[in-house]
Structures are given as C-alpha cells and as structure tokens.
C-alpha cells in the first residue's frame, strides 16, 4: 500500500518544481547597469539590453530592493545622479521580451571590472 503521505510529498515537490520552472532559474548577471532618468533601469551584458523598469510602465518586482548603486564608481550623464556604473545583478529574466522577470540581488562593481570586459558593449 502506498503511504499517502509520500504521495503528497511527491506530488507538491512537482508542483515546486513546476513553477520554477515555469519562472525561470535566478542567474547572475553582470554588466552596464543604467539609469538614465528617473525609473528607467536597464542592464546591458554581454547577450542584449535588460528592462528592469520604464518611468509610467513596467516595473520587476524587487527593484525596490536595488540598493545605492553610486557607491562603486558612477558617472554621470543627467541631472539628479542619472547615469550609468557596472553592477551584478542576481535576476529572473525573460529571453523573448529582454524583461527582467525578478529582481532579487544587486551588487555595484568598480566601473573598471565593466571597461575591461572586452565582450562587453559600451554603454
């Protein structure tokens, strides 16, 4: 006889796994991340342009998690400290629409780790 438990057990760690799925695996990406006016993010790496958000639009969930990014080298390009630096981002992202999905981490890195990146496009 089958313990109803086991059977429970099997049939929730195929759900789990089912919206893990269906989301997408959490994967570190790092690149260019800008910021060139007010709620416009997007992180440029070495595959494409990634929306995290657009001013009046779309928004990923736990961009409001992104901490200070400045604090490792930022440069400029707008008023209000809009601009550009290099960052990690640990995110869930959607390969047909270039959106990130799900913001859960993000890292600011010394702007030389992103100018030296010879795969890496400019900003």
Same mark, same amino acid.
């Given at each position: 006889?089958?313990?109803?438990?086991?059977?429970?057990?099997?049939?929730?760690?195929?759900?789990?796994?089912?919206?893990?799925?269906? &989301?997408?695996?959490?994967?570190?990406? @790092?690149?260019?991340?800008?910021?060139?006016?007010?709620?416009?993010?997007?992180? /440029?790496?070495?595959?494409?342009?990634?929306?995290?958000?657009?001013?009046?639009?779309?928004?990923?969930?736990?961009?409001?998690?992104?901490?200070?990014?400045?604090?490792?080298?930022?440069?400029?390009?707008?008023?209000?400290?809009?601009?550009?630096? @290099?960052? @990690?981002?640990?995110? &869930?992202?959607?390969?047909?629409?270039?959106?990130?999905?799900?913001?859960?981490?993000?890292?600011? /890195?010394? /702007?030389?780790?992103?100018?030296?990146?010879?795969?890496?496009?400019?900003?």
């Amino acid at each position: 006889m089958t313990n109803p438990f086991v059977v429970l057990l099997g049939l929730g760690m195929a759900l789990a796994t089912s919206v893990a799925d269906a &989301q997408g695996a959490v994967e570190k990406r @790092c690149g260019w991340l800008e910021n060139p006016t007010p709620a416009n993010f997007s992180l /440029l790496d070495r595959s494409r342009e990634w929306t995290i958000s657009e001013q009046g639009g779309y928004q990923a969930p736990g961009i409001e998690k992104m901490p200070d990014m400045t604090t490792q080298g930022w440069v400029v390009t707008n008023a209000g400290e809009h601009g550009y630096g @290099c960052a @990690c981002l640990d995110v &869930q992202v959607d390969e047909k629409s270039g959106l990130v999905t799900l913001l859960v981490s993000a890292q600011p /890195l010394p /702007l030389r780790r992103c100018k030296l990146d010879p795969k890496l496009p400019r900003p």
